[in-house]
């Protein structure tokens, strides 16, 4: 029980992956064309399950290429 409790008080990292929404909103464009730059273009992505993740960093370094 106590691994529990300092598990889930313990600090979150400085800057998680970002959502395709948080992507979108980086680049001031829509969701749908964030998905194209990811399936055409190449724009680096994680999958997680389900889930579509982005390192911020690598997307960052992406748009600056």
Not at 31 to 54: A, D, T, W, Y
């Amino acid at each position: 029980m106590e691994d529990q409790k300092s598990a889930t008080n313990s600090t979150p990292p400085p800057e998680t992956l970002w959502t395709i929404d948080d992507v979108a909103r980086y680049a001031r464009c829509s969701i749908r064309h964030v998905s194209m730059l990811r399936e055409r273009q190449g724009l680096p992505f994680r999958k997680l399950g389900n889930l579509v993740r982005f390192s911020p960093e690598a997307v960052r370094r992406w748009f600056e290429d």
